[in-house]
């Protein structure tokens, strides 16, 4: 059958089944949202934005990760903890070690790597879902966080030998990663974030890897039997998850100056509704890096309107949750 | 009966009026009208892509978005979704079945609508309702077994049994015999002639021209999404009937130019294969035969033969579970993993393109390169306009019709996917093609094509190990044949001495 061409190619009907201009309708919905409670104006101002993007990039850069597990048709919900335990290990070597941050910076996303990269080979080699070895890292990472600082805040604050607190000066590489640039309007760690999602999205879209990520989160034995590594492919997910959350380790520690042992609680849940949110499916084989971006400007942007509109957290967290459910509510892939 | 019969005639039980259908821009179906009868067998045909399934998910509930009406005893409805149909009396076994994988038969046949007591899903009542249903029917599945554990053929008799739980008056079956064997087959039709006494109305879609010819009382042909016409059986020869599907004339015969063997190409010496690991009994056994290049050799066997596990094993597909010696090109075939395969010049097309054929969500360009990825990319980076450009090569070898390459291959009708499937493995460049029902749900000018492809890849010097079903293609299209019984080769033939008796008789272990 040669289907004939019915129709102007731009409807509205062809538009809302695209998940892409979804994601973007609800984005532009909350832009609206912003422009009618404007807080006497503060949505206009520049500053609003560029705090809005650097709050939204921890979450952002976890996202991509969690972006790459998902369409495997996995799930990664350690990274939360790995944000922490990175956060810990970079605090500790760059503030109390004083070591390079050449040395420090390879480091950390090595570890994050081969925390993901532990939970992934578990997944991979031994058929443990996913949910229960990422839950099993994230509680490792934790523990191992808290052990590594010594359940306190790694701040520069350093304890002397003769037990008084003696203050050092914030490392240079905080200070560059918690930087502003262009002129104080955009934050370093949304450069960062931008940078990740390009990295990430060059591999989904142009990598053989990431092609084979789809056809795992599609059809696992189809691949396996097309001649794709099941394994090694999955192993790889989870360790670029692991490395982008000590990536977003790396900014929350520079933006706290400090390695907190108790950071990043639950933003593993905040990373996955991002990536939903965005029209990426959690069945896999479907969806992308440009739609999590989306999804996660989105809920950011929601956040921060509900916040300069002074709505108090408990209404933000109870709106942020119904909201949650109406955007994945439209992103059903309905059948006609 | 009779009088019912010829009552029903008068009025039909189901009337489809100016159906049209489109997807997003793509119109689907046009003004089809279509009557069905009580007592009778409609037997709907078309090519690929002709859109029968689309026709009768429109009346069993699935689309619920069309143009025109449905009429069910003089009554206008539009079932929003299957349940709903169920009600009004229309079940469909669909293409692609609808069991509940991880539930048991009995609550598969009661799904959606369980039997109750005092608000609590009556499980007692139903196994045994399902037990009575299933021996009435003489088929012999445990109403508690999973889904997931029975053949296709008990899955697809299931959805069967699941029909007549509803006191179904109308029951649509999309391609049921795909993936039945014969005696399976038989059993159907002896179900659909009971059903056919009960006075249901029988909608029955298929490729195969044997069965039409059998169970066919009335025809009714699309052909792009338009009915072409409506005749009883007896005033449709099969000549006729193509021409309606095709818009021109096609033989019907099987091509095979008679090949010329060149050198050896596969040797296997004591080939045995422990799908299910070394502890258990091997499903193939001590099997030795070669294939030459330039030759189809047929694997015959019946169900549980251990054929498409032959397969497997050379495909290394479960790994290292093999033994005995297998010899490609006269150098020891590596068997370690389905890659490993792949980069020796095997391929294997299996004959359950949904679960371990395809990838659904994505793209037919995507499908169609993913086992060649590593050619076609450079250091790890794909180059999209060579899987572009060898998605297009391959979809016109194979005459695939989509609305575009993009399009996500689980839109694609039966036929089209079986192609897209079809062309992963000869996009691979193979030097040993083996296949499992490779014309599974392909129309007969596709089927015609592909019969001419395997021509033409042998006269090229490829090898083909092929399994079919349809007793007629393995002997027609095999240069010789081997024929296996509970994993042992039983039989050798060469194409002259082959005849179905002696094919069937090996095939059972009377040889
Ligand atoms: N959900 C959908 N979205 C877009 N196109 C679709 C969808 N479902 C079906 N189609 C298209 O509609 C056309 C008709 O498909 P249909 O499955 O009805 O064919 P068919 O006659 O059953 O073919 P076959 O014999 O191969 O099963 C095809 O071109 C198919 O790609
Ligand atoms: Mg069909």
């Known amino acids: 059958m040669t289907p004939e061409q019915t129709g102007s190619a731009f409807s509205p009907a062809r538009l809302w089944s695209n998940p892409a201009s979804r994601a973007l309708i609800a984005l532009v919905l909350v832009f609206v949202l912003g422009c009618v409670f404007n807080a006497d104006g503060a949505f206009f101002k520049l500053g609003t934005h560029r705090d809005t993007l650097r709050q939204a990039s921890v979450f952002g850069i976890l996202a991509c990760g969690m972006t790459l597990v998902i369409i495997s048709g996995g799930i990664d919900l350690a990274v939360g903890s790995v944000l922490a335990l990175v956060a810990v290990a970079f605090s500790l070597m760059s503030i109390h070690w004083n070591w390079s941050p050449w040395v420090v910076l390879p480091l950390c996303l090595l570890l994050g790597a081969a925390a993901g990269g532990m939970a992934g080979g578990v997944t991979a080699w031994f058929g443990i879902q996913p949910f229960i070895a ?203 | 009966m009779t009088l019912l019969a010829a009552d029903s005639l008068r009025s039909p039980l189901v009337r489809l009026r100016g159906i049209g259908k489109r997807f997003g821009p793509v119109q689907v179906l046009r003004g089809v009208d279509l009557d069905i009868f009580g007592g009778e067998v409609l037997v709907l045909a078309g090519e690929n892509g002709a859109g029968k399934s689309t026709l009768i998910k429109i009346l069993g509930g699935v689309h619920t978005d069309f143009d025109g009406t449905i009429e069910i005893d003089g009554q206008v409805v539009r079932p929003r979704s299957p349940l709903e149909a169920a009600a009004l009396g229309v079940a469909i076994i669909f293409q692609e079945l609808s069991l509940v994988p991880t539930l048991t038969v009995a609550d598969n046949i009661f799904l959606g609508r369980p039997l109750t007591r005092r608000g609590f899903v009556d499980d007692a009542g ?28 008990q899955q697809q008799l299931t959805e069967v049994a699941k029909a007549l739980a509803r006191d179904a008056r109308v029951i649509v079956m999309d391609e049921p015999t795909s993936a039945l064997n014969a005696p399976e087959v038989e059993k159907l039709f002896g179900l659909i002639a009971d059903l056919k006494a009960r006075g249901c109305g029988i909608v029955y879609i298929t490729h195969k021209m044997e069965e039409i010819e059998r169970i066919a009382d009335r025809i009714a042909v699309l052909r792009d999404g338009e009915h072409v016409g409506a005749a009883p059986a007896a005033e449709l020869p099969p000549a006729k009937l193509v021409n309606w599907m095709v818009g021109r004339e096609v033989e019907h015969q099987f091509p095979r130019h008679a090949g010329q063997p060149g050198a050896e190409r596969l040797r296997l010496d004591g080939f045995s294969v422990w799908r299910n690991g070394r502890g258990n009994r091997p499903t193939v056994e001590g099997v030795s035969f070669s294939v030459h290049a330039g030759e189809i050799l047929g694997v015959g066997g019946l169900q549980g033969s251990g054929a498409s596990d032959l397969f497997g094993g050379l495909f290394g597909a479960y790994g290292a579970q093999v033994g005995g010696q297998a010899w490609l090109d006269s150098r020891p075939l590596a068997i370690a993993s389905p890659r490993r395969a792949i980069d020796q010049g095997l391929a294997w097309l299996t004959n359950d393109r949904k679960a371990t054929g395809l990838v659904l969500p994505l793209s037919i360009i995507a499908n169609a390169t993913l086992a060649d990825l590593p050619r076609l990319s450079t250091a790890g980076w794909r180059r999209p306009p060579l899987e572009i450009a060898a998605a297009r090569e391959q979809g016109a070898t194979l005459a695939l019709r989509a609305a575009s390459l993009d399009m996500e291959v689980g839109l694609l009708s039966g036929g089209n996917q079986q192609k897209v499937a079809l062309a992963k493995w000869l996009q691979t460049r193979p030097r040993l093609l083996l296949l499992d029902e490779p014309t599974r749900g392909i129309d007969i000018g596709a089927k015609r094509e592909i019969y001419q492809l395997m021509n033409d890849l042998t006269a090229r010097g490829l090898a083909i190990l092929l399994i079919t079903s349809e007793l007629p293609e393995l002997l027609a299209l095999s240069d010789r044949l081997v024929v296996l019984h509970r994993g042992r080769l039983t039989a050798e033939f060469s194409r002259a001495e082959a005849t179905p008796e002696k094919v069937l008789a090996a095939a059972m272990g009377r040889a």
């Open chain 1, 134 to 336: 990422t839950l099993a890292m994230m509680v490792f990472a934790r523990g191992l966080a808290k052990t590594l600082s010594g359940g306190m805040k790694v701040s520069t604050a350093v304890k002397q030998a003769d037990g008084n607190y003696h203050y050092v000066d914030v490392p240079a590489i905080f200070r560059f990663i918690d930087n502003r640039i262009l002129g104080g309007h955009l934050s370093m760690v949304t450069v960062i974030f931008a940078l990740c999602a390009a990295v990430a999205w060059v591999l989904l879209a142009r990598h053989r890897w990431g092609r084979e990520l789809y056809a795992i989160g599609g059809n696992e034995e189809a691949a396996r039997l097309s001649g794709v590594s099941v394994a090694w492919t999955k192993l790889l997910a989870y360790a670029a998850s692991g490395a982008l959350a000590a990536v977003a380790g790396l900014c929350q520690a520079a933006q706290e100056q400090q390695g907190d042992p108790e950071a990043g609680v639950g933003y593993e849940l905040t990373a996955i509704a991002m990536v939903v949110i965005g029209g990426t499916p959690l069945t896999g084989g479907r969806g992308g890096i440009g739609l999590t971006l989306l999804g996660t400007l989105t809920i950011g942007y929601l956040d921060k309107i509900l916040s300069i509109n002074a709505v108090p957290e408990a209404s933000r967290l109870m709106l942020t949750g119904a909201i949650i459910v109406a955007a994945v509510l439209t992103q059903r892939r309905r059948r006609s």
């Open chain 2, 126 to 153: 139903q196994r045994a309702a399902a037990r009575r249903l299933l021996d009435q029917l003489g088929l012999d599945i445990d109403v508690d077994q999973r889904v997931e554990d029975l053949s296709i053929a």
